[in-house]
Structures are given as C-alpha cells and as structure tokens.
C-alpha cells in the first residue's frame, strides 16, 4: 500500500465527509426539533446550487475582483435557501404539526419530488457545469508526491468553521438553548415561554441555509448540475446522520466524516461500483450493535 | 386573581372536564385535590394554554386568556411547575433557570437566578450539573426555581410531592408556604390531600370531572365524605 496514496484518499475522504456533515446537520437538527425527516433537505442543496451557477455566470463578464462572484453566489444562494426551508415548512410541514408522522414523512417525500420537477421546469434537465468556487487550484507537497486541490481544503476548513459556530451558538445564545429545550419537551418549553413554532422556523433557516453551503462545495467537487443532485448526497448525509446518531450534533460530524472516509476508501481498494452499497452495509451494521447511532443517546427519564 | 368559570375540555370523545368553576384571590393557596384521572392536571393543562376549553372563560388578573398560546400565557404572569416535573434533564441546573427567565429581560437574569440560589442553595452547589443527575428532590426544587424565574403571580405547581419521600414532601411544602409569604398566589394540585389540605386556605375537590365540594382547607380536613375518600378514613 502506497502512503501517498492512502493520505491522498484520507483527505479526500474527509473533505466528501465534511460536506456530509454540513447537509447531516440539517437533518439531526430539524429531526431533534421538529421530530420529522425532513427529505426535501437534499433538494434544497440543488436549488443552492442552481442559484450560486446562475449568480456566478451572471457576474463571469463583470470586472469583479477576485472571488466576488463566488462569494457573491453563496450568500445569495444561502438566502433564498433559508426562504425557500422556512417557507417548505410553513406551507407543508407546520400544518400537520399534530399528525401521524408517516403523513408528515410521505409529505417530505413529495415536497422533496415538487422541487426536483420545478427544477426541471425551470431550468431543464440538461446538465449544467459548476465552475469551482475556488477555480482549480493545488496545494502541492512532498516534492509533487501529494497534491491536494484547493476545494477540498476549503471543504474543510468551511467545516470546521461551521461546526464551532453551530456549537456556540446552542450552547451560548439564548435562541440555541431554547431550541435545546424544545428538542428535549415541548411542551415544557411552552411553559417557559418559548414560542416553539418560532423555534422550529429558525432551526428550518438554519438548515437550508448550510445546505446552500454544502451544494456550493459539493458542486465544486463534483461539477455536473442536474434537478436531481442533491437527492445522492442528500440521502448519504441522512445515512450519515442516522449514523452518527440523529438529533446528536457531533453526531452528524462524526457520522458525515466516517461516511466520506469509508465511502472514499471503498471506492480505492475494493470497488468504486460498491462504494454505495458498501456505505450502506456498514450502515445496517452500526445500527444493529447501536440502534441509537455511534453518539445516538438512549433516553431514560427519572419519574 | 384567577377566575375559572365553565370550562369543558374534551380528549377526543372524552369528557374529562364537565363544567369545572373556581377562583384563587389574590395571596391565597388553594389546592385542587382529587384522585387519579379527576382531571386536576387537565385543569392546570388548560389554565396554561396546553389544552382548550370549549366552553367558558378563564380570566386572570381581569383578563380572559383562553385562546391565548400557552408560551404567551407565562408573560401575564403565570407560571405552572408541571406534573413529573419535566425539567430539561440534558441541560445544566443553569441553563435550566435562564430557560425559566425566557420572557424576561435579560438584564433580570442574574438577579433571578441569585434568589433561586438563595432559596435553594442545594442548586447553587449543582449549577454546573446536567439536570438528569440531579435527585428527585432536587429536580422538583429546580422545577420550582425555575417557574419562579419568569416573577409569576400565581404559580401552579402540579403534584409537587410526587415521587418524594416524605421528609422531601415536608421541604417542598414549606417551600410553597415560603413563597405565599412573599407574595405568590399558589394555586396546588395534589393527591397528598392530608399536606395539602393542611397548608391551603381554600381547597375544591374533583371528582371524575366535576367539583364536589369545597371550602376552607379546615373545613375539608373534618369533612366525612372527604376523610372517607381521600384522607384514609
């Protein structure tokens, strides 16, 4: 086994990991809150993906300095994403607030399918080609035996940032601990004074608005833009949240990481074919030693 | 202070509370005893907002506050330390307090907090902990210090001795004396209703629904129907 080799497919595994991680949190996030799978999340990242395309083409003519366009295009993309969550939730998800959960469940499904065809209608089906938003440059090491590309470090470090900020915020802001007591009894927070509706809103804003992130760094990667690229990682990313443990924060980091890890490993030693399925099993095993996922918490309540 | 007038709350077909009236005035404590299932919990469930009544009004401090949603309800002044507890068991004895100060100014925080610690200084000790390693004792205090983080009026305290064992129960109810003392109108529901009795002014029995009796907590203490019922003899 060649140690270059197998770095170069580490990094790799982290940074596909690291953009898991971002899309998982908004999963563990909506479901520690709002207790539902909300399966439009992966569609959510291709419309921020379309938005941060159009945004970049639009400004590829203008004289911009450097990396405006790109900046430009995610925070215009993280907007109308954060929209597009909270208004999801508004007209399809807050209604059914007291319905059986398969209703809610089958209700995602189909807002995630309202949203792949009304990017089909829109934009067609025809592939678009994401320009990285870092353009294609290298980071070179070890005389040219290890080279790393510039997106996959700012996967990371974009990772990394995203996680200590989400972490501050639940654990120092008034808003994130409320959202922290909502996920734990509703109706205990209610008594408190906290409006959980509201709650559940800014945790849907949140979400999307890292998926928006998460579509602009996948794209960067992985180029061709379709209406249906973000049901692929979506679904791997609820995979990866369900691992680590949904409703768990660090859950979602260490579930998203370990899955691009094994997903890029998979692909490198044994079969790129496989990789999915590979993915998958390892999945079903977890969960038959830990039901609740790797940080998952198995509740107890003292009565 | 309070005024409950008429209410009828149903759970699905269910009719588990026909026609309940009472009042609380101001700087009393009156006690709601009753079996299991009378529909005490229902009744507090419904004063704050958690459940609807079809009929009547609930009107506190003159105003009707049906229909209100119950996260507003705690903002006019009323605050309800619920049955079993439900303190946020994965977040610090703290935190669990600044989430009781929700509605308030945060610049009231600290303060708060300081006169919760005062009152129970075991709290202070564990202000660090995470809330589900907390005793029974000491979550029903921290239920307690943090209802009484949003400055209520009335407090509702929902079967405060539950679980507890009985030297706990006698600090609780010293406890809810204390704060009657300073000043908040206590509103108490219980199944204890020997304890509870013997420290409220005025007290109303439930049964399966309706209210069957009432009177001072003396006059209930001695009543025959009541000691056969509920006080063992």
């Not at chain 1, 980071?139 to 996680?163: E, H, P």
């Not at chain 2, 009544?53 to 330390?81: C, D, W, Y």
């Amino acid at each position: 086994m060649n140690v270059m080799n197998f770095l170069n497919y580490l990094i790799s595994g982290i940074s596909l990991g690291s953009i898991y991680a971002i899309i998982a949190l908004g999963y563990t996030m909506v479901y520690g809150i709002a207790k539902m799978l909300n399966f439009a999340h992966g569609d959510v990242i291709m419309v921020g993906a379309y938005i941060c395309f159009f945004v970049m083409s639009g400004l590829s003519s203008a004289a911009l300095p450097p990396f405006a366009a790109p900046i430009l295009g995610t925070l215009v993309a993280m907007v109308v994403c954060t929209v597009l969550g909270v208004v999801i939730e508004r007209l399809a998800y807050k209604p059914l607030r007291q319905a059986p959960s398969l209703a809610v469940l089958i209700t995602a499904i189909g807002v995630s399918y309202f949203l792949q065809n009304a990017a089909q209608l829109l934009w067609t089906s025809s592939p678009k080609y994401f320009t990285s938003v870092v353009g294609n440059a290298q980071l070179t090491l070890f005389d040219g035996r290890l080279t790393i590309s510039a997106v996959t470090l700012l996967t990371i470090a974009v990772c990394i940032i995203i996680m200590l900020a989400l972490t501050t915020f639940t654990n120092k802001t008034k808003m994130g601990k409320a959202m922290r007591a909502c996920s734990e009894d509703k109706g205990a927070a209610q008594l408190m004074g906290i409006d959980v509706n509201r709650t559940i809103s800014v945790t849907f804003a949140i979400g999307s608005a890292l998926a928006a992130v998460a579509g602009v760094l996948f794209m960067s990667a992985y180029p061709s833009l379709t209406p249906t690229t973000g049901s692929m990682p979506g679904i791997k990313a609820f995979t990866a949240a369900v691992f680590g443990g949904i409703g768990s924060i660090p859950g979602a980091l260490l579930g998203g990481l370990l899955l691009g890890i094994i997903e890029t490993f998979a692909r490198a030693y044994i079969s790129t074919e496989l990789s999915t399925a590979i993915v998958f099993a390892v999945l079903i095993v977890v969960l038959l030693v830990k039901p609740a996922g790797l940080l998952g918490k198995t509740v107890r309540e003292k009565v | 202070m309070l005024k409950v007038n008429d209410i009828n709350v149903y759970y699905g077909a269910i009719h588990a509370i026909k026609g309940v009236s009472f009042e609380v005035n101001d700087g009393e404590i009156v006690t709601l005893i009753g079996a299991n299932g009378a529909g005490k919990s229902t009744t507090l469930q419904t004063i704050s907002g958690l459940l609807h009544t079809r009929t009547g009004s609930i009107e506190f401090m003159g105003k009707n506050i049906v229909g209100v949603p119950p996260h507003k309800v705690v903002a006019h002044g009323l605050a309800q330390v619920p049955e079993g507890r439900r303190v946020f068991l994965q977040m610090t004895v703290e935190e669990n307090l600044e989430m009781g100060a929700y509605t308030r100014p945060n610049s009231e925080i600290e303060a708060g907090i300081a006169d919760v610690y005062q009152r129970f200084p075991r709290l202070q000790e564990r202000r660090r902990q995470i809330a589900g390693t907390l005793s029974g004792g000491e979550q029903q205090m921290l239920a307690m210090g943090r209802a009484l983080m949003s400055k209520p009026k009335l407090l509702m305290l929902d079967e405060p001795s539950m679980g507890l064992a009985p030297i706990l129960v006698e600090q609780i109810f010293d406890i809810i004396r204390e704060l009657n003392r300073a000043g908040v109108t206590i509103l108490l529901v219980e199944q204890n209703a020997q304890m509870a009795l013997s420290i409220a002014h005025r007290g109303y029995v439930l049964e399966t629904g309706k209210i069957v009796a009432t009177g001072s907590g003396e006059e209930l203490l001695e009543d025959e129907a009541v000691k056969k019922a509920y006080l063992g003899g």
